[in-house]
C-alpha cells in the first residue's frame, strides 16, 4: 500500500498540472477573438508552447506510469520468487508460478508443461485462469505447435495477434480458442530446457511486448529453479518413503522367521538381529547390534575367524551344526549357515548368518527313531491318519502274511535266554525286511512269529495278493542265506501262510492306549494255512491262488489242519515264479 501511495503522488500532480494547461488553452482559445476586439493580441506562439507542455506532461505521465507498473511487477516478481523457493510441494510451486506469471503478463490464462524425466516427453502439469482457479483441460488447449516450439529451440515465442498470424493458420486450438496475445517461455535448468511456460488472452491483441518477454523469461528462470527443487524433493520424498516402506516390510518379514538372522559389516559388527536372534541365542537386540558377532555366538563355536575369512575373501558359504549349552536354556542343538552378503555390483559388503534352532527337531527325531524300532514305520509316518480313524475301522480286502519259525519250542530250551534272544532276533530281522520290502506293514510279533498285513488304509495296493507272495517267497531265500552264516545247529525255517479276503482294519483298545490291526476272516485263516505249512514251506489260500496264479507256480495239496472250517479242502503249495513264455 505505501509503494502505491508513493508512485501516485507524482502521478495524480502530472495530471492536475496537464488539466490545467488544457483548461488555459481552452480558455485562450475561447478569449483569442474578443482581445484581438479590444486591440489585444496573444503573444505569438503561447499556444503552441502550451500544446508541446501538455504533450510534454502527458509523456512524462505514461512514462511514469509505465516505470511505476514495471517497479510494481519488478516488486510482484521479487516477492513471488521468495514464495515459490521457500515451497517444496510440487502442486504449490508450480501453481503460484502460473499465478504469478498470468499477474505479471496480465493473460487470461496459463498452462504448464514439464519434460518427464523417464521418457523426455512434455507431460501436462496444471492449467490456470486469471481467478487464480485451475482450469479443466478438456476446455482449454493451448498451441501444441507453440509449446514445442519454445522447448525445442529453448527461445521466448510471442503471437501478437494469433487468429491473423500465417504461422499458426493451421492450428486447431487456435481456431476453436480463439487466443489473440500468446507468449510461451522455456523453463530452463543448467542449460536443460525442463518444461515450457505457456500464458494467453482471447481479448487483446498486442498484449506482450518485449518488457513482457524479458520480465517473463527472468521469472520463468527463477521459477525452474524451484520447479527443478520441489520436483528432487519429490523424488527424494518418494524415495525415502519406498524405502521406509521395504524397511518396515523387512522389519515385519525379520520378525516373523522363525530362523535366527544376523547381519554384518565388512567389520564382523552386526547392523541386523531379529527377534528369533534373540529368542534363540538369549541376548537382547540391544546388547547385540553395533556389537562384533562374536559377542552373540555361543562358546561352544570355534573357529569363528576361519569362517569369516572364507565367506568374506572366498565368497563361500559355511554350514555348521553346533551343541552349546546356553545361558537360561540348557542344552541346545544349532545350525549355523554363514553366507556373504553382496550389492547390485556383486560386492562383498558384509556377511549374513542364519541360526536354526534345531534343538526340539533332533530331540522328536531322536524319539521317533526309538518309536521306528518299536512301530512299523508305516504307522510312524501316518500316525496322524492312524488317530483320525478313531476306535473302530473301515473294511476292505487285504492279503495277510503269517510266518512262524518251524521247530522254535524244541531249539529254545537248549540255549540261555541272551543267546535266544540273539538268534530269534536275526530271524525275526529277516521276516520283517522282506515283508516292509514290497511295501506290507508289520501287524506284530508273537514270540517266534510275525504277521504281516497289505492293502490297509496306510499301504494301498491293487496287487496286495502279488505283493504278499512275493515276500513270503522273499523270507524264505532269505532264510536259506541267513543259514549260511549261521551254525548248524541254530538253522531253522519259517512255515509260511498266506490269505486274502476282506478284513475290519482300525484302531483297537482304549482312548489313552490304542493298536492299529487287523480283524477278520484272512487273519485267522492264514495262521491256519501257516500251521499247515512244514518248515521252509509257503502255503496259500484259494483266494490268494486265484490272484497270482499267473504270476507264480503252484500245486494244491489237502489241507492237515481245518480246525472247524468245513469247507477248508484244498490250499497250495507255492514252488517259486512262473517261468515267462518266450
Known amino acids: 500500500m505505501e509503494t502505491a501511495n508513493i508512485n501516485q503522488a507524482p502521478r495524480d500532480e502530472l495530471h492536475r498540472l496537464s488539466r490545467q494547461i488544457s483548461d488555459l488553452e481552452d480558455m485562450l482559445r475561447a478569449q483569442h477573438d474578443l482581445l484581438r476586439q479590444r486591440g489585444i493580441g496573444i503573444p505569438p506562439g503561447v499556444l503552441e508552447k502550451l500544446y508541446y507542455m501538455r504533450s510534454d506532461l502527458e509523456t512524462l505521465m505514461s512514462r511514469l506510469i509505465d516505470e511505476a507498473t514495471e517497479l510494481e511487477q519488478l516488486r510482484a516478481l521479487a516477492k513471488t520468487t521468495r514464495l515459490i523457493n521457500s515451497s517444496l510441494e510440487p502442486d504449490e510451486v508450480l501453481n503460484e508460478v502460473l499465478d504469478t506469471a498470468i499477474a505479471l503478463t496480465g493473460a487470461e490464462r496459463g498452462y504448464i508443461v514439464l519434460r518427464s524425466s523417464r521418457t523426455g516427453e512434455l507431460q501436462f502439469r ?16 493451448p498451441s501444441q505447435t507453440i509449446m514445442l516450439e519454445a522447448a ?105 522367521i522363525a530362523s535366527g538372522v544376523i547381519t554384518t559389516n565388512n ?57 552349546p549349552v546356553l545361558p537360561g536354556r540348557g542344552p541346545a542343538n544349532l545350525s549355523l549357515r554363514f553366507t556373504p552378503l553382496k550389492d547390485a555390483q556383486n560386492v562383498t559388503y558384509g556377511m549374513a548368518l542364519v541360526v536354526d534352532d534345531l534343538t526340539e527337531i533332533k530331540k522328536r527325531d531322536a524319539t521317533l527313531s526309538v518309536v521306528r524300532t518299536y512301530l512299523p514305520p508305516s504307522l510312524v ?34 540255549l540261555d535266554p541272551e543267546q535266544l534272544m540273539a538268534v530269534i532276533s536275526q530271524y525275526l530281522t529277516v521276516s520283517s525286511d522282506a515283508i516292509e520290502l514290497y511295501d506290507g506293514i508289520i501287524d506284530k510279533y508273537m ?3 510275525v504277521a504281516g498285513l497289505f492293502n490297509t488304509q496306510l499301504n494301498p495296493q491293487e496287487d496286495r495278493a502279488v505283493r504278499a507272495v512275493r515276500a513270503a517267497l522273499s523270507m524264505a531265500y532269505d532264510v536259506r542265506a541267513l543259514h549260511e552264516v549261521l551254525p548248524p545247529e541254530q538253522r531253522l525255517y519259517y512255515g509260511i501262510g498266506v490269505d486274502t479276503g476282506m478284513a475290519m482294519l482300525g484302531n483297537v483298545g482304549s482312548p489313552s492306549r490304542k493298536e492299529f490291526t487287523a480283524i477278520g476272516m484272512p487273519f485267522n485263516f492264514a495262521k491256519l494255512l501257516q500251521e499247515n505249512a512244514l518248515a521252509g514251506e509257503i502255503i496259500i489260500s484259494e483266494h490268494t491262488y486265484d490272484r497270482v496264479k499267473d504270476v507264480f507256480a503252484a500245486e494244491p495239496v ?25
Open 126 to 141: 496444471t492449467a490456470r485462469d486469471i481467478n487464480r482457479q485451475s482450469i479443466d483441460t478438456g476446455k482449454f488447449a
Open 152 to 256: 525445442e529451440t529453448g527461445q521466448p515465442v510471442i503471437a501478437t495477434d494469433a487468429l491473423t498470424d500465417p504461422r499458426y493458420d493451421a492450428q486447431k486450438s487456435i481456431m476453436l480458442h480463439a487466443p489473440r496475445s500468446i507468449i510461451c517461455v522455456p523453463l530452463i535448468f543448467k542449460n536443460r530446457v525442463t518444461g515450457v511456460l505457456y500464458a494467453d488472452n482471447r481479448h487483446i491483441p498486442d498484449l506482450f511486448g518485449e518488457r513482457e518477454v524479458s520480465l517473463l523469461v527472468g521469472f520463468a528462470n527463477q521459477a525452474a529453479i524451484a520447479i527443478e527443487n520441489a520436483r528432487l524433493f519429490d523424488r527424494v520424498r518418494r524415495a525415502l518413503m519406498e524405502i521406509t516402506e521395504i524397511k518396515q516390510l523387512m522389519d515385519n518379514v525379520l520378525a516373523s
Open 267 to 323: 567389520d564382523g559388527i552386526i547392523i541386523t538381529y531379529n527377534q528369533a536372534a534373540e529368542r534363540i541365542l538369549g541376548v537382547p537386540y540391544a546388547s547385540a547390534v553395533n556389537q562384533p558377532l562374536q559377542a552373540v555366538l555361543p562358546d561352544a563355536f570355534t573357529g569363528f575367524d576361519s569362517v569369516t575369512q572364507t565367506v568374506r575373501f572366498e565368497n563361500r558359504q559355511q554350514v555348521f551344526e553346533i551343541e
Open 381 to 414: 509316518r501316518n500316525i496322524q491318519s492312524i488317530d483320525s480313524l478313531g476306535l473302530g475301522g473301515d473294511e476292505r480286502e487285504i492279503s495277510v502274511i503269517f510266518a512262524d519259525v518251524r521247530g522254535f519250542t524244541t531249539f529254545s530250551e537248549q
Open 447 to 449: 514270540g517266534d512269529a
Open 558 to 582: 489237502e489241507p492237515r489242519k481245518v480246525k472247524g472250517y468245513t469247507d477248508f479242502r484244498v490250499m497250495y503249495r507255492v514252488t517259486g515264479l512262473k517261468k515267462r513264455q518266450p
